[in-house]
């Protein structure tokens, strides 16, 4: 009978190579379905993974397209090394968005130099105050924290729906759900126009290495890692459960507002009712591809973004569906569970 068991030792290198071995054999794989779609694959595979760093335009969209994956899968990573999962970021995303957005909404006139960062900080608190929800009642009641938290986001999602089709609807908008335009106070600058690199890239490129220096140099980085790999070692030396339950969640929520609200003020310029074409769960696979290290976050934020513009692409190039994307998605993630599995455990025959 073959079963699995614990290796004794978990290898470093092949930890941190197999994100690497997902993504190549994702790339395969993704060959010989384009191979069955009757698409040539190597074009077909060019223009999904190497078109989209070929020209200014095309990284500039990267970049844009990585900077919520990354300040969501950063926050996320802070709970799943913590052992809490947090699987409602698309909720706390959307409400960040809300929060900091109906600030613009409100002083639409406003040309206050200090509007663009007060919705930053209301984004934030924002996507903290809709995870702090499922933080009182993991601490308090010891509710899971994952069915709570993507309960979440569905009322989120119709919290925003609401407001956009009704009391936030702009009257000059011919009835489209949406709300005004934002002012250009409330406008992430531009770096290099006409290209849609703007101030919020700068701050996902911060973030990152600032989680960093907080795991690897803070105590408070070193009780959420302890927490999450030796609970009871953790208790005995004094670390309380429902303190890293409550700063986990925050933090997670809190980089999930501020990409809700960062989105809305850099690319968008508005709320809208499809405001997220679902980061909050593809971060999930960010965060996971990047080891749960902050640095890893930001190059798997890269990765999976390439897959975005060039999914866009293909829809144009190569006439291939948009449900493609979600598809590579879903086979890196696949690859990754596979790997890590081997790595953490292997198969043994054992007799009857």
């Not at 969209?61 to 809490?84: N, Q, W, Y």
């Not at 919705?119 to 994952?146: D, Q, V």
Request: glycine share 12%.
């Amino acid at each position: 009978m073959l079963r699995l068991e614990p290796r004794n030792h978990v290898s470093l290198l092949a930890t941190w190579l197999s994100p690497m071995l997902a993504l190549s054999l994702t790339a395969i794989t993704g060959g010989i379905i384009f191979l069955i779609m009757g698409k040539d694959p190597l074009v077909a595979l060019y223009i999904y993974f190497v078109e989209p760093l070929t020209s200014i335009s095309g990284l500039s969209e990267v970049a844009v397209k990585a900077g919520p994956l990354v300040l969501i899968g950063v926050g996320l990573s802070f709970g799943f090394r913590a052992g809490i999962w947090n699987i409602g970021a698309e909720g706390q995303y959307i409400a960040g968005a809300i929060v900091g957005g109906g600030l613009a909404v409100y002083w639409y006139e406003s040309t206050h130099v200090m509007l663009l960062p007060t919705m930053l900080i209301a984004g934030i608190l924002g996507g903290a105050l809709w995870a702090a929800i499922p933080a009182y009642l993991k601490a308090r009641f010891n509710a899971n924290e994952i069915l709570v938290s993507l309960m979440l986001v569905y009322v989120a999602e119709l919290l925003l729906v609401h407001l956009v089709q009704g009391p936030w609807r702009n009257p000059m908008g011919w009835g489209f759900p949406g709300t005004r335009m934002f002012p250009d106070a409330a406008i992430m600058p531009l770096f290099f126009p006409p290209h849609r690199v703007h101030l919020g890239t700068a701050i996902t490129l911060l973030i990152p290495f600032v989680a960093w220096f907080v795991l690897a140099r803070t105590q408070f980085g070193f009780r959420i890692k302890l927490f999450g790999s030796a609970p009871l070692a953790a208790r005995h030396s004094g670390v309380k459960s429902h303190r890293i339950v409550w700063q986990s969640l925050l933090i997670g929520g809190g980089l999930a507002g501020l990409a809700g609200i960062v989105e809305a003020t850099g690319t968008i310029g508005q709320l809208m009712p499809d405001i997220s074409p679902g980061y909050g769960f593809t971060a999930i696979i960010v965060a996971f591809l990047g080891r749960l290290h902050p640095i890893g976050v930001l190059l798997a934020g890269v990765a999976i973004a390439i897959t975005y513009i060039g999914g866009e692409g293909a829809q144009i190039s190569a006439g291939l569906p948009k449900a493609v994307t979600g598809l590579f998605q879903g086979i890196i993630l696949f690859y990754l569970l596979a790997f890590d599995l081997f790595t953490r455990y292997k198969i043994v025959s054992r007799s009857n």
